[in-house]
């Protein structure tokens, strides 16, 4: 996109394709490269990612503060953040293609040695028992302990983006974008067994106590980045970085995630 935020013309687009590491991804970016003259990631304003969900994720972290677009085309299996794939017309489709802006969770976790470490998450936080034991976690929104104490396998919150993929498997809610919500989803939960989470409003803390952190311990993973033994771990949203992702106007994300929650 130009520097006015107005989408340049099909033929001037300056176009960076990345692939995933497989056969199909690699063979679909050397037909695309053949056929459209394609530059480096850091002249490019558009970056087109080709491969599943997890290309997306990884190419959204290494671009993360650049703030150039990426639009995603399904050469791998789920592919719920990618358009899909056609090698006809890309600088036009590229062109018409609809933004969508994505603010990430900025994990910070305090580990049993004392060091911290900070890390961003596209799709959720995640904490999890690292041992046979269930874990016990106590959690805090903006300073007011909500959780005294859950038993559980773990917990987990998720961005509107991150509501369809672990949120999801773990009974969660999807999450529109606009909602201005995230989820906390707890993973297996024993105590209390009937708690099914709870949304929370976007601009909340949340800070996850370990107790018994010794004999239970606890990781936590922000994507791609796992701190294990961790003893807290706070969670907010980043409103300071944005991700930008897009969309065919007949494919755009928030009808997936209207029409995801109509599955059976």
Known sequence: MSPEGRSPSATALRIAILAADTDEARQAEARLKKRYAAVEPEKAQVIVALGGDGMMLETLHRFIGSGTPIYGMNCGTVGFLMNLYSEEDLPARLAKA?????????????????????????????????LRQAAKIAIRVDG?????????????????????????????????????????????????????????PHSAEVVFEILECAKRPVSAVADYTEVRDVVEVRVREDRGTILKLLFDPEHNLEERILREQFQP
């Not at 609809?98 to 936080?125: C, F, W, Y």
């Open 98 to 130: 609809q933004p969508v802006q994505l603010h990430p969770l900025l994990m910070t976790a305090s580990s049993a040695d004392g060091r911290k470490q900070q890390a961003r998450a596209i799709n959720e936080v995640a904490l999890l028992r690292q």
């Open 144 to 200: 007011v302990v909500r959780m005294p104490e859950l038993i559980c396998d773990g917990v987990l919150i998720s961005t509107p983006a991150g509501s369809t993929a672990y949120n999801l498997s773990a009974h969660g809610p999807i999450l529109p974008l606009g909602a201005g919500v995230l989820a906390l989803t707890p993973i297996s939960a024993f105590r209390p067994r009937r708690w099914r989470g709870a949304l929370l």
